[in-house]
């Protein structure tokens, strides 16, 4: 409202104001109450798993002549080749 002209700075920092002090009452008051009935009550693993930020792609790796490998099980050998040659040691290291 304030950037349309349509109330006062000083209305418009009052009420974003209380809407934050509103929400962060209630969300405190809904995890208060998740663990408190934490053993009872399965919404507090829902509400856990809501918070997780997962990523359903992984980057597509280039293989030794620099074609990007998107088969499954190309990708599979290129990961193992990448870590078997980090993880052996070499002779006379």
């Known amino acids: 409202m304030w950037k349309k002209k349509q109330a006062t700075w000083e209305e418009y920092r009052n009420s974003v104001r209380a809407w934050r002090e509103t929400t962060s009452k209630a969300k405190v008051h809904l995890e208060l ?13 829902n509400y856990i798993t809501s918070k997780w930020k997962t990523r359903e792609n992984v980057w597509l790796p280039l293989n030794e002549v620099g074609v990007l490998v998107t088969d499954d099980t190309e990708k599979a050998e290129l990961l193992n080749a990448l870590f078997a040659s980090v993880f052996t040691a070499k002779a006379g290291i």
């Open 33 to 45: 109450n998740l663990a408190r009935e934490v053993k009872d009550n399965k919404g507090f693993f």
